[in-house]
């Protein structure tokens, strides 16, 4: 089993979670989190005042997944989440030694199933 960690633009969310539905994959973990990247963030004014935004709102998916379904949850993410500009996130690939199922002890990959 791995795990797949993307950081995504949070308006790609939608477009995402439908290309992972086409290709079986329902369980995930969506966080909203905030990070600083290649974009550098941005200038905000206010009412006159200048202030810097260099935390910017993204949304991180976790899933776990069979070793057989790797690439194509990859590249789903990929062609779901790209825009072709900086920001666009990243994929990180993590094993995953266990999983257990609390409600019924099932360990392994019928407990992510």
Do not use: S, W
Not at 29 to 45: F, I, K, L, M, N
Not at 60 to 86: F, M, N, S, W, Y
Request: charged share 30%.
């Amino acid at each position: 089993m791995v795990k797949i960690e993307a950081v995504i633009r949070p308006d790609k969310l939608g477009e995402v979670k439908t290309a992972l539905d086409e290709i079986g994959v329902i369980g995930l973990t969506v966080t909203e989190v905030r990070g600083a990247g290649q974009q550098r963030g941005y200038v905000h004014r206010y009412r006159g005042a200048e202030y810097v935004v260099n935390l910017m709102d993204k949304i991180k998916l976790e899933i776990i997944i069979p070793d057989e379904l790797q690439e194509a949850v990859v590249e789903a993410i990929c062609a779901a989440a790209r825009t072709g500009e900086v920001g666009d996130g990243k994929i990180f690939v993590l094993p995953v030694i266990d999983a257990v199922r609390v409600r019924t002890g099932e360990r392994g990959e019928t407990a992510v199933k």
